[in-house]
T-cell receptor, first 116, second 111 residues
């Protein structure tokens, strides 16, 4: 298996533009997580899905952020409009258990987003 | 209070020494504890998991858990320069359905 695949690896965009980050989880994993990492705040959970259903989106910073999982093999994280403070590395991770207990989460390589 | 607390470091140890990384957590009902390693510019990867009180050894790594004190630690024996990375303490439990990460401790192993 190729692991969790994220695209693009790097994204530079202008403030106010829409940004869409993509993730393909590991086949057979039914839980998917979106994290954001910055120097100041570390790794923060934004949202997670189980069986394509959003379970907890309390980490989504504001209405400019939205996430979807239309099927078991694809998820998107959209920021509209983007702002410079959204600059961060966004990680997608997947696991086999929706509770996450006793289960390892596998991370993608991340998308480094820069909003200028 | 942060849910998972770690000293940000950097923790600097000489090659061959034991590196000791510590973590405390706030949710008493937490059940699962993990240590992830993250090299600069890379994604986190799991190196140890522990679920019950006591020690768990895997090669040069030993994870220690004390639920009464809400304390988790990671010992790295015979530290190597290749161990230089940020180590993330991660906690999960029945009251939480996703992994909660500490901010990480940066370890530097000096050759």
């Amino acid at each position: 298996d190729a692991g969790v695949i994220q695209s693009p690896r790097h994204e530079v965009t202008e403030m106010g533009q829409e940004v869409t980050l993509r993730c393909k989880p590991i086949s057979g994993h039914n839980s998917l997580f979106w994290y954001r990492q910055t120097m100041m705040r570390g790794l923060e959970l934004l949202i997670y899905f189980n069986n394509n259903v959003p379970i907890d989106d309390s980490g989504m910073p504001e209405d400019r952020f939205s996430a979807k999982m239309p099927n078991a093999s694809f998820s998107t994280l959209k920021i509209q409009p983007s702002e410079p403070r959204d600059s961060a590395v966004y990680f997608c991770a997947s696991s086999t258990s929706w509770t996450g207990v006793n289960t390892e989460a596998f991370f993608g390589q991340g998308t480094r987003l820069t909003v200028v | 209070q942060k849910e998972v607390e770690q000293n940000s470091g950097p923790l600097s140890v000489p090659e061959g020494a034991i590196a000791s990384l510590n973590c405390t957590y706030s949710d008493r009902v937490s059940q699962s504890f993990f240590w992830y390693r993250q090299y600069s510019g890379k994604s986190p990867e799991l190196i140890m998991s522990i679920y019950s009180n006591g020690d768990k050894e895997d090669g040069r790594f030993t994870a220690q858990l004390n639920k009464a004190s809400q304390y988790v630690s990671l010992l790295i024996r015979d530290s190597q320069p290749s161990d230089s990375a940020t180590y993330l303490c991660v906690v999960n439990g029945p009251g939480r359905r996703a992994l909660t990460f500490g901010s990480g401790t940066r370890l530097q192993v000096q050759p």
